[in-house]
């Protein structure tokens, strides 16, 4: 078990593999225990990096979430890199994980060679689709196998943790916070887009991410009527296959 400090916080991360460096980032109220098996599959071609954002998994805790979360979590993961001594490199992105690595290619997009994006809202949300969120979350609080899968990530203070992301996605929508912040335009990578139509926690995400698509230069995009949140989790076997050819191109 490994940790690095920013900004006086313990931040859990793992090297497993060798050869070119892939990042994987998770999505929110979860940790990176969502890719025990990724990070096997994807370690036979890749030197796989895992962490866990301040506040989640194995990492040390906040009293509350920034607003500004996926960009202060796309500005942790760079800093880990540099930290690992890895200047260029790939990124797996599901869910919120997706709008941090786009974000860290705005930051340094010199960096990144290229992104798979899976399963996110796109570079906006409103108050009203994050209310929406938020009741569901909150509502599952009351399912026990719900509960048991947040503790499995996050411990015995999962609690905490949903209730710090529920917060912080009320308040950046009430003052109108993008996700991904910058101009997607500045973004140098090569892009893949993942998404099903079928995802039961994101309404017309196939719109949101064509909306999302045309403003980036260098852009793919895999578009399925099956699976679930997230694609890359639900329907492994496809989403490896495409991840290859894509990362492997």
Same mark, same amino acid.
């Given at each position: 078990?490994a940790f690095?400090n920013?900004?006086?916080?313990?931040?859990?991360?793992d090297?497993?593999?060798e050869?070119?460096?892939?990042l994987?980032?998770?999505?929110?109220?979860?940790?990176s225990?969502?890719?025990?098996?990724?990070?096997?599959?994807f370690?036979?071609?890749?030197?796989?990096?895992i962490?866990?954002?301040?506040?989640?998994g194995?990492?040390g805790?906040?009293e509350?979430?920034?607003?500004?979360?996926w960009?202060?979590?796309?500005?942790?993961?760079?800093?880990? %890199?540099?930290?690992?001594?890895?200047?260029?490199?790939?990124i797996?992105?599901?869910?919120?994980g997706?709008m941090?690595?786009l974000?860290?290619?705005i930051?340094q997009?010199?960096?990144?060679?290229?992104?798979i994006?899976?399963s996110f809202?796109?570079?906006?949300?409103?108050?009203s689709?994050?209310l929406?969120?938020?009741?569901?979350?909150?509502?599952?609080?009351?399912?026990? %196998?719900t509960?048991?899968?947040?503790?499995?990530?996050?411990?015995?203070?999962?609690e905490?943790?949903?209730?710090?992301?529920?917060? %912080?996605?009320?308040?950046?929508?009430?003052k109108?916070?993008p996700?991904?912040?910058?101009?997607?335009?500045?973004?140098?990578?090569?892009v893949?887009?993942?998404?099903?139509?079928t995802?039961?926690?994101?309404?017309?995400?196939?719109?949101?991410l064509?909306?999302?698509?045309?403003?980036?230069?260098?852009?793919?995009?895999?578009?399925?009527?099956?699976g679930?949140?997230?694609?890359?989790?639900?329907?492994k076997?496809?989403?490896?296959?495409?991840?290859?050819?894509?990362l492997?191109?």
């Open positions: 078990m690095f920013f900004e006086g916080n313990q931040v859990y991360y090297v497993y593999g050869g070119e460096p892939l994987l980032l998770h999505g929110n109220s979860v940790s225990t969502l890719f025990e098996s990724c990070k096997v599959f370690s036979k071609y890749f030197k796989v990096i962490m866990d954002y301040p506040g989640h194995k990492s805790r906040f509350r979430f920034r607003d500004d979360f960009r202060y979590n796309g500005v942790v993961a760079l800093d880990l %890199m540099s930290y690992l001594k890895i200047e260029k490199f790939n797996i992105g599901t869910s919120g997706a941090a690595g974000n860290m290619a930051l997009p010199e960096r990144i060679k290229k992104i994006a899976d809202f796109g570079d906006s949300i409103t108050y689709e994050a929406d969120l938020v009741t569901r979350r909150r509502a599952a609080k009351n399912d026990f %196998m509960v048991q899968y947040w503790k499995y990530h996050n411990g015995d203070d999962w905490n943790v949903v209730d710090n992301d529920c917060n %912080m996605m009320l308040s950046f929508t009430e109108g916070l996700t991904i912040h910058g101009n997607p335009s500045e973004i140098t990578a090569d893949l887009l993942v998404a099903t139509s995802d039961e926690l994101l309404p017309d995400i196939l719109g949101r064509d909306k999302f698509a045309a403003k980036l230069n260098s852009v793919e995009k895999k578009y399925y009527n099956f679930r949140h997230t694609f890359m989790i639900t329907e076997e496809e989403f490896r296959k495409i991840a290859l050819e894509f492997l191109r």
